[in-house]
């Protein structure tokens, strides 16, 4: 049996005159990495933003980890991780410090040194947040997104602006992930 971790089905978001999201309906499986792809203003944040509970759907459903969208809220919260689209932290904590910040906001029991080695920032630890170039800005927002060890991780265009080679580094930490 396929184990179905999200499914879509025709999925509708209405912003007054504008259809955003036109019915659209998938399934994502445990163990899989989903992209979408589209130029700006497709509806890939609204799609996301519906899944992780955050924007309320005009119309279809969403089931996540096996729960209602609408009635899971509280315990589907617990259970996934967000990267949002322009993630960005404070200047002049250091990239321990911000994994430390969040993972006591939103965790009990954060293993740190665990998620600074999954994102590969071992040797960048000690450096301010602000001094960070692009890429390893993104990956301390992916090892933010992971504080609560979650099942289900969202990433809201993680390459986005960076230069190939931080890409790839990008793309091998999300191999990691699934690994
Ligand atoms: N809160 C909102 N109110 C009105 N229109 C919105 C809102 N959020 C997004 N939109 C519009 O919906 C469309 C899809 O936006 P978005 O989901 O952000 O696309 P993408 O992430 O693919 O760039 C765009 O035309 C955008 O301007
Ligand atoms: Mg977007």
Not at 19 to 28: E, K, N
Not at 58 to 69: A, C, K, N, P, Q
Not at 85 to 108: A, K, N, P, V
Not at 147 to 174: K, M, Q, S, Y
């Amino acid at each position: 049996m396929v184990d179905d971790v999200i499914k879509v089905k025709d999925l509708v978001k209405v912003y007054g005159d504008l259809r955003a999201v036109d019915t659209i309906t998938f399934d994502v499986e445990k163990g899989e990495v989903f992209a979408f792809l589209g130029p700006n203003g497709a509806g890939k944040t609204t799609t996301l933003e519906m899944i992780e509970t955050l924007r309320t759907p005009t119309s279809g459903s969403i089931e996540i980890l096996g729960m209602d969208v609408h009635k899971g809220r509280a315990e589907i919260l617990k259970r996934i991780g967000i990267l949002p689209q322009d993630f960005s932290s404070f200047d002049r904590l250091t990239i321990e410090e911000t994994i430390r910040y969040y993972g006591d906001l939103f965790s009990t029991d954060c293993d740190i040194e665990k998620l600074i080695k999954l994102v590969n920032l071992e040797e960048h630890r000690k450096q301010l947040y602000m001094n960070l170039s692009g890429g390893l800005k993104q990956r301390v927002g992916i090892a933010v997104s992971l504080v609560n060890n979650p099942e289900i991780v969202f990433l809201d265009e993680p390459t986005t602006g960076l230069d190939p080679r931080a890409r790839h580094d990008v793309w091998d930490v999300i191999s990691g992930l699934r690994a």
